[in-house]
């Protein structure tokens, strides 16, 4: 970040400096933000909002139909599994972002922290 330096009120040139953590921190919420969007084919926080909430509701109905003992159709169950999926790459990508948030709050935020070699998900099974 370059800050300004003044003398007298008037500029006398630039320094470059380290972000705050606060910066540091915002700047990893945008990845983790950008990076959920694109997992989850959001346009923005608002939709990707909209997204996690359907599924949620949709996972609970298929859930509180299991549990009340009927049988889940083969359709039923293969979108359960893939709302289990989708749950598990979200809170993938969500415990990145916080990993990333303490180490920029420790000043220890890696400057590649965006490269997708430091945001790679282990497949689950």
């Given at each position: 970040m370059l800050e300004r330096v003044y003398q007298n009120g008037k500029l006398i040139g630039t320094i470059e400096t380290e972000d705050p953590p606060e910066q540091l921190v915002e700047s990893v919420r945008v990845e983790t933000l950008r990076r959920l969007c694109a997992a989850f084919g959001a346009r923005d926080q608002g939709h990707l909002?909209?997204?996690v909430q359907d599924a949620t509701v949709r996972a609970g109905a298929l859930t509180d139909k299991r549990v009340s003992g009927a049988t889940l159709t083969e359709d039923e169950e293969a979108e359960a599994a893939f709302l289990r999926q989708a749950q598990a790459t979200y809170m993938a990508l969500k415990a990145v972002g916080n990993a990333f948030e303490a180490m920029a709050v420790e000043g220890r935020l890696p400057e590649?922290?965006?490269?997708?070699?430091?945001?790679k998900l282990q497949k689950q099974e």
């Open positions: 909002a909209i997204k590649d922290f965006r490269s997708d070699a430091r945001w």
